[in-house]
């Protein structure tokens, strides 16, 4: 699954600009592979992970899976990162967005890549799920189950207190 996030990626993306009446071709930078370490690094300040959104912009996006993912194994998902920014040509947010929802669902987030490829619109990852209303009403839905897990924790640790018993929950 994310065991070739740490290979270098095939190609290197070329970009071409005009400048006057010449094109010149430049080298797209990108995080760069050691291959003694084997790792990804940033090469400019854009490119590392305090550039990014944290974990909880993980959990707003694309919810708990790459938000666990991300605690479990940052460096994994970091290199993960780096390297779908080299092999693509994404910037930081993009590609962690493009990360979070491949965690979340591979299949779907492959099945979107190859409509994408085939003409559909690009699906905006990076901005995906920040709706204000639709953080709200998140936040509204996640306060009411919280407490009612509490609330049934409680019970089964402590038993049923008055409360319980007089509501007979």
């Not at 970009?15 to 990108?30: N, R």
Request: proline share 7%; with cysteine; net charge negative.
């Amino acid at each position: 699954m994310i065991a070739h996030a740490f290979s270098p990626p095939l190609s290197i993306s070329r970009s071409t600009t005009a400048s006057s009446s010449t094109a010149s071709t430049k080298l797209f930078m990108a995080p760069k592979y050691d291959r003694a370490s084997q790792l990804w690094f940033p090469t400019r300040p854009e490119e590392e992970a305090s550039a990014g959104y944290g974990v909880f912009g993980s959990l707003l996006r694309q919810g708990p899976v790459p938000f666990v993912q991300r605690l479990k194994d940052p460096v994994m998902y970091e290199q993960a990162v780096l390297k779908m920014m080299a092999s693509e040509g994404m910037d930081r947010n993009e590609a962690q967005g493009n990360m979070d929802a491949y965690l979340q669902n591979p299949n779907d987030w492959a099945l979107q890549k190859y409509e994408e490829k085939n003409g559909a619109p690009k699906f905006d990852y990076a901005n995906a799920n920040m709706d204000p209303k639709q953080l709200v009403l998140t936040g509204l839905w996640s306060a009411l189950l919280f407490s009612i897990a509490v609330r049934a924790v409680y019970v089964l640790t402590t038993g049923c207190d008055d409360f319980c018993q007089e509501y007979h929950i």
